[in-house]
Nanobody, 129 residues
Framework: VQLQASGGGLVQPGGSLRLSCAASGSTLDYYAIGWFRQAPGKEREWVSY????????KYRDSVKGRFTISRDNAENTVYLQMNSLKPEDTAVYYC???????????????????????WGQGTQVTVSS
């Protein structure tokens, strides 16, 4: 599966953006998707996760209540709606996929970038006044 992330841009604090992760080469039904971000000089960190079919959604604490992950399997796309953006949300955002056949059962496995097999190219999000 190939992933294409898009939707980033420059937004003022308090603003909103919707990121898209479009898949090609395979149907997205077969994959769980994670969003990660990487700020300059920092490690890539997990942001959000959505399971393949049973609707499980997870968020890192700092984005809970502000970000919403969703998927439209008919469009073969996963979205990350980001509201009330803060300067500390500034980063390159990446989507990543792992086959539902490889999903683990131990706690918080989905936060580890090493668990994902496919990555999009990243989209820049800059929150600044």
């Amino acid at each position: 599966v190939q992933l294409q992330a898009s939707g980033g841009g420059l937004v003022q604090p308090g603003g909103s953006l919707r990121l898209s992760c479009a898949a090609s080469g395979s149907t997205l039904d077969y994959y769980a998707i994670g969003w990660f971000r990487q700020a300059p000089g920092k490690e890539r960190e997990w942001v959000s996760y959505i399971s393949g079919s049973d609707g499980v959604r997870k968020y890192r604490d700092s984005v809970k209540g502000r970000f919403t992950i969703s998927r439209d399997n008919a469009e073969n796309t996963v979205y990350l709606q980001m509201n009330s953006l803060k300067p500390e949300d500034t980063a390159v955002y990446y989507c990543a996929a792992v086959s539902v056949m490889r999903v683990k059962t131990f706690s918080n496995w989905y936060t580890d970038k090493r668990e994902y097999d496919y990555w999009g190219q990243g989209t820049q999000v800059t929150v600044s006044s």
